[in-house]
């Protein structure tokens, strides 16, 4: 059975979750404030006649229904980054501080490592990782583009991430973004379900456990993990934190998020998972008119 | 060392530390802003500097060990071993508030030429070369980047993966 008919029995209102599936999202942008503060660019979206409308969750995202972010002066200048609404909740959860390392574990086009180092007031150190070169050369872009000078690029497989290049150094916190099905993106991308496939969800999900692992070993012990995904399948999301927890020294962490959730589901198929995976929360589409989400925030124990 | 290279060596402080005679040091890189633009030293305190293929300087809030292998360290930020150095538009729109020398103010239209990338005649009594490329944003003055002011003319240097017609 294929998305979104599988997930029958995991999503309330099922039916306003296929309709949802079903209509576009508007254009949504975050606010660059390693340029720029939320005011400067309401002015300047403002003398574009740029209509921009505020979320009531985050106040550095914000909603263009009527324009495309990309071609304006804002957007010139690194301002503001076309970013999805829900895509901005996991660096938000990890909620890195000024001065801190931080790992960006599968990080190309960069929207979220420009977000993190923004959270971090661009001071300490965010250490971007991507495996594909194409994909890198976006992520330097946006980098670039948003102005953020204290992210470096690494080009490497999560999976075998290496410390040397920084002396050996570990992380106070790493934000694992994984590649994935990419169900929840259906709105932006109405092809998302044509390619998908049983057999790719488990090939895929055994690359997010071998990345999250990595990036539980490379962080200090107290440090945070952020997990994410931008689909629904179970196999991707609580199978991938049952496994993690069974091999790592960590434990998921109870966290607030003002968007309407459902906690993560304990049991899928003939699978059941450790019971602390209801600390994750999954982000449905037809709850707050975004795009789909999971998102799990950890605590490195060793 | 080619431009392929991903390794970033750290510019060294001084002409006493420098091994590599074409490598700019970080004292030249700081007066170059200080001299040209008026950008006061202390705003780079922070920062390191460091070289990857030949005249290619980056700039990094970090303070990894040199040389370092990655694919990015920061942005980059001046193109120097040419007669004369030229900062990236990444460089002038991240640190250009500080200049208060070479600044050329553009009205809106011409702002919108500068960065669809054309050329345009110009008065300007200053020096010619590099100057900072600034329009009102906002309310305030904000730098767009890098223009080539020469024989009455400024010429647009918006790399052309940079350059857009802009809505408005």
């Not at chain 1, 194409?134 to 992210?151: D, F, K, M, P, W």
């Not at chain 1, 998921?252 to 309407?260: N, R």
């Not at chain 2, 110009?122 to 100057?131: E, F, S």
């Not at chain 2, 009455?152 to 857009?164: I, T």
């Amino acid at each position: 059975m294929e998305p979104p008919d599988r997930y029958r029995p995991i999503v309330d209102d099922f039916e306003a979750f296929r309709e949802a599936c079903e209509r576009p999202l508007p254009s949504v942008v975050r606010v660059n404030t390693i340029k720029a503060s939320v005011a400067d660019v309401r002015q300047a979206l403002a003398e574009a006649d740029i209509t921009a409308d505020p979320v009531d969750w985050h106040d550095r995202v914000l909603v263009l229904p009527e324009d495309p972010p990309g071609n304006n002066w804002p957007y010139f200048h690194g301002w503001i980054h076309g970013q999805e609404e829900v895509s901005a909740v996991p660096a938000t959860v990890l909620d890195p501080q000024p001065g801190e390392r931080v790992w960006d574990a599968c990080a190309a086009p960069g929207s979220k490592t420009t977000q993190l180092a923004a959270l971090m007031d661009d001071r300490g150190e965010v250490v971007a990782s991507d495996n594909n070169l194409g994909r890198i050369s976006a992520l330097r872009s946006n980098t670039e583009r948003l102005g953020a000078t204290s992210v470096a690029v690494t080009h490497e497989d999560a999976r075998n991430h290496s410390l040397s290049p920084f002396g050996g150094a570990t992380y106070d916190r790493a934000l694992v973004d994984v590649p994935c099905s990419c169900e929840g993106t259906i709105r932006k991308n109405p092809d998302a379900f044509d390619d998908w496939s049983l057999s790719h969800v488990q090939g895929v999900a055994g690359v997010q456990k071998g990345i999250l692992a990595r990036a539980v070993q490379a962080t200090d012990p107290g440090g945070t993990v952020v997990y994410s995904t931008c689909t629904f399948a179970p196999e991707e999301n609580e199978a991938v934190l049952d496994h993690v927890l069974g091999e790592e020294d960590c434990e998921l962490v109870d966290y607030d998020l003002p968007l309407t959730h459902r906690p993560g589901v304990t049991e899928w198929q003939d699978e059941a998972f450790d019971p602390s995976v209801t600390r994750a929360k999954r982000i449905y589409p037809h709850h707050n008119d975004t795009g789909g989400f999971f998102c799990a925030k950890l605590e490195v124990t060793g | 060392m080619s431009n392929d290279s991903t390794t970033f060596t750290r510019l060294p402080a001084t002409d006493a530390e420098r091994e590599d005679e074409g490598r700019a040091t970080r004292a030249e890189v700081v007066d170059f802003w200080a001299e040209r633009f008026g950008v006061p030293p202390e705003t780079f305190a922070d920062y390191t500097f460091w070289e990857r293929g030949a005249g290619k300087i980056w700039v990094y809030r970090g303070d990894p060990p040199s040389p370092v292998d990655v694919e990015g360290l920061g942005m980059t930020f001046l193109r120097t071993r040419q007669e004369h150095w030229k900062p990236t538009l990444e460089a002038v729109q991240r640190f250009g508030h500080h200049a208060t020398t070479n600044v050329v103010h553009l009205e809106e239209n011409e702002a919108e030429a500068f960065v669809a990338g054309h050329d345009q005649e110009l008065d300007w009594d200053g020096d010619w070369g590099y100057l900072v490329v600034t329009h009102d944003l906002a309310g305030d003055p904000e730098p767009v980047g890098v223009g080539l002011y020469v024989y009455g003319e400024l010429r647009s240097q918006v790399p052309k993966g940079r350059r857009r017609e802009l809505d408005g």
